[in-house]
């Protein structure tokens, strides 16, 4: 299995997941992450220099029409939400708030899903709100690997349990299980 | 081996033909996602089964259709959106207006006028509004209406008073609007010299010669060909040493037109053509 991208919602609780996640993934990680985090609308998005600081990939704010490129980590802007294309280009709208979030982590999930179809992983993380549950699931339908963070382990359960409710999660597992989890699928797509 | 697309994207693409057929609109280059989106959404709503029906639907029944049409139209808007941005057209682009007799403004996809009405503030604030023209177009009738009339809702005052300061502001803002009920209605004297007009930047030719464009936050939803014959357009009607200004995530950098202007403000994505 060859996966193409790897799509992560995070929102209440963010800040700790992601930089304990991206200082665990090491620098030469190549599949690209695509990331939305829950953020003010007024956000200038600084929190991914704090981010940055500990982690051997780089994040970076998307920019409209950019390509999706193997190796980059990419954060959708605060107050538009960010979709994928079929031929593996961003696009930004600012269409409605959709579950009170814009940028929502289901619009990127669901145009991802159906840019990427089963080769894309999909990973729910912390968060007070059931954004990305629908977005799971059609990751799911399309035959793309759907993992969610612990409930237990997560610093606010609702978000990964809105999106057990939905699918039937490949993987449920704590942060740093999920790090591991990756690696180890990094390491099949190189193989194969 | 041949090009084969899924079904969904053939079902889009020949449904996009079939709205450009049957009522001349063309979205056939726009983000091919943001528009899935939307017909999924009025498919959700209509309890339509796939694209197909939409089709059939589109053809026949002119209700579905403009309801199909609007949804395409995302009017989402705000006043003094993005208030840095506003603040640095303030200091760093007034002053280029001053130098003018005659100051024509075109807001291209303008929806429901709230733009439109921030820059008649800043116009008046600035002692320049009565040798302003704005011209303020859109494609979307529904919205140019609503646009006319001035009137928004009572809840958004409180979000647009404060980017209104943040934009550096002079004044009370309260100052240009009067409440009524659930809704504020912005004062007359505000639209006197706006030009509300419907124009396709797709399909319609130039439109007027003037000082400045903005046009913030329509180009995202083009695609790349599409942008680049927009800023054509854009081209052939902005005046040499006149203003370009784009929504906050948007750019030059895929587009020809990069190379027609200069950067006056990167951060905010205001441009200033070269001469
Ligand atoms: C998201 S709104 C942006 C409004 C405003 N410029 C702003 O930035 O707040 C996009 C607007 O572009 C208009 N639009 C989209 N396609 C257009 C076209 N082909 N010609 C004219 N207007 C268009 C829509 O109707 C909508 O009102």
């Known amino acids: 299995m060859q996966y193409k991208a790897i799509v992560i919602g995070v929102s209440l609780g963010g800040m700790n997941a992601m930089k304990v996640l991206f200082a665990s993934l090491p620098s030469t990680f190549s599949i690209p992450i695509i990331i939305v985090q829950h953020i003010g609308a007024r956000s200038d998005n600084m929190w991914i220099n704090f981010i940055n600081t500990t982690s051997n990939l780089k994040l970076k704010e998307v920019r409209e029409k950019e390509k999706v490129e193997l190796g980059n980590v990419y954060v959708a802007p605060a107050n538009y939400h960010l979709l994928v294309e079929m031929d593996e280009t961003f696009s930004l709208t600012i269409d409605q708030r959709v579950n009170f979030a814009r940028p929502s982590i289901d619009v990127l999930f669901e145009s991802a899903a159906a840019a990427y179809k089963d080769k894309l992983i999909g990973i729910i993380l912390t968060g007070s709100n059931k954004d990305g549950a629908a977005g799971v699931k059609r990751i799911q339908e399309y035959g793309g690997l759907v993992v969610v963070e612990d409930p237990e382990t997560a610093e606010s359960n609702t978000m990964p349990l809105a999106a057990i409710a939905t699918t039937k999660p490949d993987h449920i597992l704590p942060l740093k299980k999920i790090v591991d989890l990756l690696i180890q699928l990094e390491q099949n797509n190189l193989a194969s | ?275």
Request: charged share 25%.
């Open chain 2, 1 to 275: 081996m041949t090009p084969h697309k899924d079904n969904l994207d053939i079902e889009i693409s020949l449904l996009l033909d079939a709205i450009y057929q049957k009522h001349g609109y063309d979205f056939r280059q726009y983000s091919q996602a943001h528009i899935a989106r939307r017909v999924n959404n009025r498919m959700l709503i209509t309890g339509l089964k796939n694209v197909t029906e939409v089709h059939a639907k589109v053809l026949h029944d002119e209700t579905f259709a403009a309801e199909l049409l609007r949804d395409l139209s995302i009017t989402v808007t705000e006043m003094f959106r993005d208030p840095e941005f506003y603040k640095s057209l303030r200091e760093k682009v007034i002053p280029i207006l001053k130098t003018y007799p005659f100051i024509k403004i075109w807001h291209a996809g303008c929806s429901t006028g709230e733009e439109a009405y921030s820059m008649s503030i800043i116009l008046k604030e600035e002692g320049l509004y009565d040798r302003a023209t704005i011209y303020a177009t859109d494609f979307n009738q529904q919205a140019l209406n609503r646009a006319k009339q001035g009137i928004f809702s009572n809840e958004l005052m409180k979000e647009y008073t404060l980017n209104y300061q943040l934009s550096g502001g002079k004044e009370s803002f309260s100052k240009y609007y009067t409440s009524s009920y659930d809704n504020v209605i912005m004062h007359q004297s505000l639209g006197k010299n706006i030009v509300w007009a419907n124009h396709n930047l797709v399909t319609d030719s130039v439109f007027a010669e003037v000082q400045m464009i903005f046009c913030r936050n329509v180009l995202i939803y083009f695609d790349r060909n599409l942008q680049n014959k927009v800023h054509s357009l854009f081209n052939a009607s902005l005046i040499k040493g006149g203003i370009l200004c784009l929504g906050s995530k948007e750019s030059l950098r895929f587009n020809n037109a990069h190379t027609t202007y200069n950067e006056l403000d990167s951060k905010h994505k205001i441009f200033k053509k070269k001469y």
